[in-house]
């Protein structure tokens, strides 16, 4: 049952959603930030009573918005807490909060939207939001990017003044990819190969397509060796996952629905995402809506709720799509080849908490002749990408690398396997920053790829000197 309404939650439901919470306390040990910081209210209880406070009427202060903006938004929370409290529907939608109300700041002062965040945030994010959804847009920074690396201005921005009056700017070029040759846009139907099993859609993404088109073409080449005609709208964009996630309800739901309507009109049998943040997203999409229909009730809007919830339960994750693929078609088709290496899987946080899945993808890495694949023993920490959070708060996902890097080093693995791209970028740039030896970072979808093709470990980036 609903709580009482307020404006900021007009059907009362994150009212009723916070007051699940018990304040146990089992959600401390599992959340990143508490452990960086040790401050109560950056743990999931904390943040949880701050929201309690706002919807019973309390401002919308700069001091709440500083611990919910420190958040991860990873959902390590969500499979510890015992009272089942949908922590990602609040926090979704307490960022939201300063572009709907001012900050409270006292009698005679007038209240601006969006002034519990500072001019220079609202800056840093409106530039994000401004670029990283449209893939063309992002296309167009490629290029300045390509000649600040190659004039290694990225590395002059980590030690000169910049890392220190603009270490967002700073913390982007840190993490940018160095950018390759420009790799070819897929055909919007690869075919299968053999006798065909599935017809499916592929996301492509934003930033996925943009710096990541390497692993969408190895992600459609391991679908359609193992039977599955693979279909990529060329109308597609932008899921909504960023938005969604980063409390732009308005902004996610226009990307939603582009989203679904292109996957409607493609036909396939399942929708499958190589990027956990997007994944998760999409398989919110159902509840996102029906979230929306019951607040502005009406048969459009029942109507679009029903379609997404129709839409997120064909939604795979690629590792979830080949293991139901195996179990209900007589296993993998595809032969392996040899891939001597010891590696390590980092589970994205997305698509662990998230989404429940961890033993797929480490599966098919143990199906892999010659790959010892061994644990972190980090406990799956988030290694501090969450999405645009290493934009944001560039100075706590740096000290979370640096430990996702320590904890991956000592395994010893040469090879560090990911199913988010944010992830790899993340955990890439930190085993760069620390001074130790080379380890290669790639996508689970790359490394199948490399398996099937009978490619080199040096396709992946290992080297063979070690």
Not at 8 to 15: E, R
Not at 170 to 185: D, H, I, V
Not at 200 to 223: E, I, K, S
Not at 230 to 253: K, Y
Request: with cysteine; glycine share 12%.
């Amino acid at each position: 049952m609903d709580g009482p309404a307020s404006p900021l939650d007009p059907g009362g439901h994150l009212a009723a959603t916070a007051s699940d919470c018990v304040h146990c306390g089992f959600c401390l040990p599992a959340c990143p930030t508490y452990q960086l910081w040790g401050e109560e209210m950056d743990s999931p209880r904390g943040r949880i009573h701050l929201m309690s406070q706002v919807l019973n009427g309390a401002p919308v202060t700069e001091r709440v918005m500083l611990h919910v903006d420190r958040c991860l938004g990873c959902m390590a929370c969500v499979p510890a807490c015992p009272s089942g409290v949908r922590y990602n529907e609040l926090i979704e939608a307490a960022r939201g909060w300063p572009d709907q109300t001012g900050t409270g700041a006292g009698p005679g002062q007038e209240e601006q939207p969006g002034t519990a965040r500072s001019l220079r945030e609202r800056a840093v994010r409106a530039a994000i939001f401004a670029a990283f959804p449209y893939p063309k847009r992002l296309r167009m920074l490629t290029g300045p990017l390509r000649a600040a690396q190659r004039a290694r201005l990225d590395r002059l921005v980590q030690r000169g003044p910049a890392a220190r009056y603009a270490p967002e700017l700073a913390g982007s070029l840190r993490l940018a990819p160095q950018s390759g040759a420009r790799q070819p846009r897929l055909p919007a139907r690869i075919p299968a190969r053999g006798e065909r099993r599935a017809v499916v859609g592929m996301l492509t993404g934003c930033v996925q397509q943009v710096f990541f088109a390497g692993v969408n073409a190895a992600t459609a080449r391991v679908l359609a060796t193992e039977g599955c005609d693979v279909i990529v709208p060329p109308g597609q964009g932008c899921c909504g996952a960023l938005s969604l996630h980063s409390g732009r309800p308005a902004e996610a739901a226009r990307f939603a629905r582009r989203t679904i309507a292109e996957f409607e009109r493609a036909g396939v049998d399942a929708i499958v995402v190589n990027s956990a943040g997007c994944g998760s997203a999409m398989k919110e999409f159902g509840g996102f809506f029906a979230r929306a229909a019951s607040t502005s009730p009406g048969p459009e809007a029942d109507a679009v709720a029903e379609r997404a919830a129709a839409f997120s339960g064909r939604v795979r994750d690629f590792s979830e799509f080949l293991a139901e693929l195996y179990e209900q078609d007589g296993g993998p088709r595809a032969g392996r080849h040899e891939l001597p290496v010891n590696a390590v899987y980092h589970d994205a946080c997305h698509l662990a908490h998230a989404q429940r899945i961890r033993r797929q993808p480490r599966d098919l890495l143990r199906g892999i002749p010659g790959l010892n694949l061994t644990e972190v023993g980090d406990g799956g920490t988030c290694c501090g990408s969450a999405g645009v959070y290493n934009l944001v708060q560039p100075q706590a996902a740096a000290e979370l690398g640096e430990r996702k890097a320590a904890a991956l080093r000592a395994t010893g693995a040469r090879l560090v396997v990911s199913a988010n791209p944010g992830c790899s970028l993340q955990i890439a740039a930190a085993l760069a920053a620390d001074g130790g030896e080379p380890v290669a970072v790639a996508h689970l979808a790359e490394v199948l790829d490399a398996s099937f093709r009978g490619r080199p470990l040096t396709s992946l980036g290992v080297s063979t000197g070690q």
